[in-house]
């Protein structure tokens, strides 16, 4: 079945970095587009980050426009998000996932927590 394995959260000052990872496996990744999410308490899920199945095409919120960097590595079904000029207002649970699986109804991951804070 599919599995999302996100790591690399943590608390960081504001103007910090952090760099997220995720592991995917249970489907053909290299075939799957994939992005990141984030969700904070009492607010919706949003989609911060997207890369094509090729990793050729990325797009992103208009938050992390220019902050934020998605990038995979098809050889081991990995998702990486590096995450530059953090700010408080980015404080959330980060989970991966492959919009078209998301669409279905698919299964999350257990998320890794960031945390913007001085």
Same mark, same amino acid.
């Given at each position: ?25 249970? @489907?053909? @990744? ?19 980050? @997207? ?68």
């Amino acid at each position: 079945q599919v599995q999302l394995v996100e790591s690399g959260g943590g608390l960081v000052q504001p103007g910090g970095s952090l760099r997220l990872s995720c592991g995917a496996s249970g @489907f053909p @990744f290299r075939a799957y587009q994939m992005a990141w999410y984030r969700q904070s308490p009492g607010k919706e899920r949003e989609r911060v980050a @997207f890369i094509s199945a090729a990793g050729k095409s990325t797009n992103y919120d208009d938050s992390v426009n220019g902050r934020f960097t998605i990038s995979r590595d098809n050889t081991r079904n990995t998702v990486n998000l590096q995450m530059n000029s953090l700010k408080p207002d980015d404080t959330a649970t980060y989970y991966c996932n492959a919009p078209t699986l998301v669409d279905g109804g698919g299964s999350w991951g257990q998320g890794t927590q960031v945390t913007v804070s001085s």
